[in-house]
C-alpha cells in the first residue's frame, strides 16, 4: 500500500506559477506510476481529469494535451516526492488536485489517492 500527502496549493493570479508536490510513501515500487489528477468545482469524483503521470522508475512522462505546455511532472526518488510545475496559470485551472498512484502509464486504475490541494486562480 502506497500513502500519498500533497501541498503546495493555493490561490494565485492569472498567469502565476505553482508547484504541487505530493510525497510518497510505504509500496513505491518499481512498476507503479504516479500523477496527478484534477477535478474542478461541481464536478464529481468520476469527473477527476487526468493531468500527468510519471513511472517511478525512468524518465517517461505523461501530460495532458490540453496543459501539455504549461504543466510538467517531476519526481525526486531519494526524496520520495512527486511534483507538478504549473506555469501560466488560468482561471480555468482553478480545481483540487489530487495526487495518485496506479497502473502505469496513465493511470488507468488508481489503486490510492491523497487527499488533495486547492488551486484556486483568480482573473
Known amino acids: 500500500q502506497v500513502q500519498l500527502v500533497e501541498s503546495g496549493g493555493g490561490l494565485v493570479q492569472a498567469g502565476d506559477s505553482l508547484r504541487l508536490s505530493c510525497t510518497a510513501s510505504g509500496h513505491t515500487g518499481g512498476y507503479l506510476g504516479l500523477g496527478w489528477f484534477r477535478q474542478a468545482p461541481g464536478k464529481e469524483e468520476k469527473d477527476r481529469e487526468f493531468?500527468?503521470?510519471?513511472?517511478?522508475?525512468?524518465?517517461?512522462?505523461y501530460t495532458a494535451q490540453h496543459v501539455k505546455d504549461r504543466f510538467t511532472v517531476s519526481r525526486d526518488n531519494a526524496k520520495g516526492t512527486l511534483y507538478l510545475q504549473m506555469n501560466n496559470l488560468k482561471p480555468e485551472d482553478t480545481a483540487v488536485y489530487y495526487c495518485?498512484?496506479?497502473?502505469?502509464?496513465?493511470?488507468?486504475?488508481?489503486?490510492?489517492w491523497g487527499q488533495g490541494t486547492l488551486v484556486t486562480v483568480s482573473s
Open positions: 495518485a498512484a496506479g497502473t502505469p502509464p496513465l493511470l488507468e486504475k488508481v489503486n490510492a
Open positions: 493531468v500527468a503521470a510519471i513511472s517511478w522508475i525512468g524518465t517517461r512522462t
